[in-house]
């Protein structure tokens, strides 16, 4: 961030300019403390700047004691489970709340391999929320289990450097 906007951004934090948007009048989930505290949240150039603050704003949304919630995180989700597209769910959990879904394509990957879990990429590429994927530990799981395919470290390669696989 270049000098000039941080500038912009501390001006409207300490309430020397306008915030582009205010959502007032909302009950924040303090995810900290576990307590609801009535709140408003400040936005300029699309980043929060303030909370629980007094500030003058473009534009108010009045949240007539809705509740705020940061956004949740699906630290292990076997996408392959749900019997519906990786772009469904992730569209749907998107609504409730989740903004970002750890995947364990292991079921993907014993049945499709890379394929497998190209197609979870692909998928989620242009969805609403994060979504990272992370190589599956074995493939297949032992050695009495006939899965359909083989995923090595080689196979794995690949995906080295995706930003969205974290490992």
Known sequence: MK???YQKLRRAALGQAEADLLLANGKLVDVFTGEIVESSIAVKDGLIIGVSRSYQAKKVVDLEGAYIAPGFIDAHLHLESTMVSPAELVGEAV???TT???VDPHEAANVSGADGIRYILDQTGHSPANVFVMMPSCVPATD???NGCLFSANDMYPFVGNPRVLG
């Open 95 to 97: 609504k409730k709340g």
């Open 3 to 5: 000098y000039e906007e």
């Open 144 to 146: 009495l289990d006939d």
């Open 100 to 102: 970002t879904f750890i």
